[in-house]
């Protein structure tokens, strides 16, 4: 019984780098090599280099941010009388 759990470790360890071969493969095929990761290593940034980590928590954040709405109390968005929206972003934001 040994046996099968030692030849089935080194079987396990050995079909590692043909998954990620193959998914290379197959990622260069497809043209999608532009693509971002996917984030399923960014979180060893959290661990051995945090400032690097809340650097990228704040810019998702930035990207995230809505356009704010226009109210009809005259608040950061203004509905003109004439059917014309303007809206005002505080550049301190």
């Known amino acids: 019984m040994a046996d099968v ?5 080194i ?13 290379a493969f197959a990622t260069r095929r497809r043209d999608d090599a532009s693509q971002p ?3 399923g290593l960014l979180g060893f940034d959290e661990l ?3 400032a690097a980590h809340n650097a990228r928590l704040t ?3 930035a990207q995230e941010l809505p356009v ?4 009809p109390d005259k608040g950061p ?3 003109d009388a004439g059917r ?3 809206i005002e972003i505080d550049p301190q934001q």
């Open 59 to 61: 810019w998702e954040v």
């Open 68 to 71: 704010p709405a226009p109210s």
């Open 84 to 86: 014309r929206i303007v």
């Open 48 to 50: 051995f280099h945090p």
């Open 37 to 39: 990761s996917s984030g």
């Open 11 to 23: 079987v396990l360890v050995l079909s590692v780098p043909v998954v990620f071969i193959g998914s």
């Open 77 to 79: 968005g203004v509905i």
């Open 5 to 9: 759990f030692g030849w089935g470790t």
